[in-house]
């Protein structure tokens, strides 16, 4: 029989789950952090997602400026340039290894470290499952995250594919991809590959790709079929083979027409399925809906008051930065504060190409609120900074709602939009969420967030105009 050990506060996944444990820590508490990846600790994010893709997609980055050089006046021989793939993935690796190390350290430091899988065996009490410990606590912190979701094709399961729990691990460059699914996923790994010299085709039953703003999306997918091979909109029917290649036969969505689409990899990047059925949850009270997410309200208190939960598997959001967000107000609401998680202001980013950062609400979500609003689209090429670039094609939209002048929505398209879009982002922080704010502030010439203040301009006017 195993001992049990009683904590003050029991967070399970190195993940996002450190944040809770941090402030725990903070405040003096004795933390059990329960991760099952034994050798590397920072979940997703730190090992198969946030970092070691965007490590990667860092590589793409610098092709993208290598082979606009002529256009800037610096001549170079393309032909002698060459991608070396082993050293590329080698520094992501490095990154991820300095990564896990570091936060190895903390971890064992701060908190009692229990690297095993663990499930609920009955409502505060958690078994390892090597059956060798035992764990109870006052608090719980859910933090279990996602997995890829792999769809029922048939066949699937006699063809190797890679999802993101494995494509880092690839040795060589594949000189052909096939990706299933044009969501945030497949598109940057689309990105990363095309760009050092893959062929890439991607598959979606949805004309466009990606779930964002309507514009943002279709001059995506036009930009982006420059680069990938799109093929949409089609479902993929079964997994094939085809003389040592591997790949799908997809169907139309509006007809019978029927393709194989085959390459020498095939990643599927179909979404995500939550990690709760590792818990066990039906020892607890713990609701999750019927595909396992578990059900939060928006202090994220779930059905038992003494477990909350976070991040990825109560999928809203899942993104990095709202898992660590939403981990300190499920530990403060913990421990006294009435804290409700607000994601109005909550942005993304997607690093693909073009880029795109996002916050707040789309055109078509304004409309299906019945919202009064007004939207303001300029292109890159409009301000001195978009030519000294090279007028490369995109745009920034904003939506406003007409009377109180509140953004609702925020949405960019082309480079460095990820970091643009967070100028906006603090103005829809701020008390009344006003476009004035933005419009007031004055902005440095020639530099991109110029586009940003040019956009407010059009949509609040000049502040002094009633002076
Ligand atoms: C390819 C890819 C790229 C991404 N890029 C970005 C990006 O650029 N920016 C961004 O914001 N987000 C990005 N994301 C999303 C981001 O990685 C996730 O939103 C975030 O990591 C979720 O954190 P989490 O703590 O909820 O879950 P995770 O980080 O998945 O942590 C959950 C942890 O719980 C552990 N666990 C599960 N069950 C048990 C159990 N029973 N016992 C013990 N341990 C358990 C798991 O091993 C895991 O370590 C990306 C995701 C992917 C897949």
Redesign the pocket.
């Known amino acids: 029989m195993a001992e049990t050990e009683h904590f003050d506060v029991v967070v399970?996944?190195?993940?996002?789950?450190l944040t809770a444990a941090y402030y725990a820590d903070e405040a003096g508490k004795s933390v059990a952090l329960?991760?099952?990846?034994t050798d590397r600790l920072?979940?997703?994010?730190v090992?198969?997602?946030?970092i070691p893709?965007?490590q990667l997609i860092q590589s793409a980055e610098v092709m993208k400026t290598i082979r606009a050089a002529d256009d800037f006046g610096i001549t170079l021989d393309q032909s002698s340039v060459k991608v070396d793939m082993p050293a590329i993935f080698r520094a992501m690796r490095e990154r991820r290894s300095k990564a896990n190390e570091g936060t190895q350290g903390w971890v064992e430091d701060a908190f009692t470290p229990v690297f095993?899988?663990?499930?609920f065996v009955d409502e505060k009490t958690l078994e390892t499952k090597d059956g060798k410990r035992t764990i109870t606590g006052d608090k719980f912190f859910l933090?279990?995250?996602?997995?890829?979701a792999i769809p029922p094709i048939d066949g699937l399961d006699k063809i190797p594919y890679r999802t993101?729990a494995d494509i880092f691990d690839i040795k060589g460059q594949p000189k052909s991809l096939v990706i299933l699914g044009g969501g945030?996923?497949g598109c940057?790994?689309g990105h990363f590959f095309s760009t050092l010299g893959t062929k890439v085709t991607i598959i979606d039953p949805s004309d466009h790709l990606l779930s964002e703003d309507d514009d943002i999306r279709t001059t995506f997918t036009k930009e982006f079929a420059k680069k990938v091979d799109l093929v949409t909109p089609y479902r993929a029917v079964a997994a094939v083979e085809e003389e040592g290649q591997y790949g799908f036969k997809v169907r139309k969505e509006d007809g019978d027409e029927t393709r194989t689409v085959v390459g020498d990899m095939v990643l599927v990047a179909t979404g995500?399925r939550p990690?709760t059925d590792?818990?066990d949850l039906d020892k607890t009270s713990v609701k999750t809906d019927d595909k396992g997410w578990v059900q939060v309200d928006d202090h994220m208190r779930t059905s038992h008051p003494d477990i909350y939960a976070?991040?990825?598997?109560i999928g809203q959001?899942?993104?990095?930065?709202?898992?660590s967000f939403e981990g300190e107000i499920a530990y403060r609401n913990a421990f006294g504060a009435d804290l409700k998680m607000d994601y109005s202001a909550n942005p993304?980013?997607i690093?693909s190409d073009p880029q795109i950062g996002a916050v707040g609400l789309t055109e078509r979500e304004c409309q299906e609120k019945g919202l009064d609003y007004k939207a303001v689209k300029r292109d890159y090429k409009d301000i001195a900074k978009g030519e000294i670039i090279g007028k490369p094609p995109g745009f920034a939209k904003l939506l406003v709602e007409k009377g109180t002048r509140r953004i609702l929505g925020f949405h960019m398209l082309g480079p460095h939009a990820a970091d643009l879009v967070h100028e906006v982002v603090v103005a829809m922080t701020a008390e009344g969420a006003k476009a004035d704010l933005i419009k007031r502030s004055i902005h440095i010439h020639p530099t991109m967030p110029e586009l940003i203040h040019t956009l407010f301009t059009e949509a609040v006017g000049s502040p002094y105009s009633d002076a």
């Open positions: 399970i996944g190195g993940g996002s789950g329960v991760e099952r990846w920072g979940g997703t994010c090992n198969v997602g946030c893709s965007k095993d899988e663990v499930r933090a279990v995250g996602a997995r890829a993101n945030y996923i940057e790994f995500r990690n590792t818990l976070y991040g990825d598997c959001g899942m993104f990095k930065h709202t898992s993304h980013a690093f």
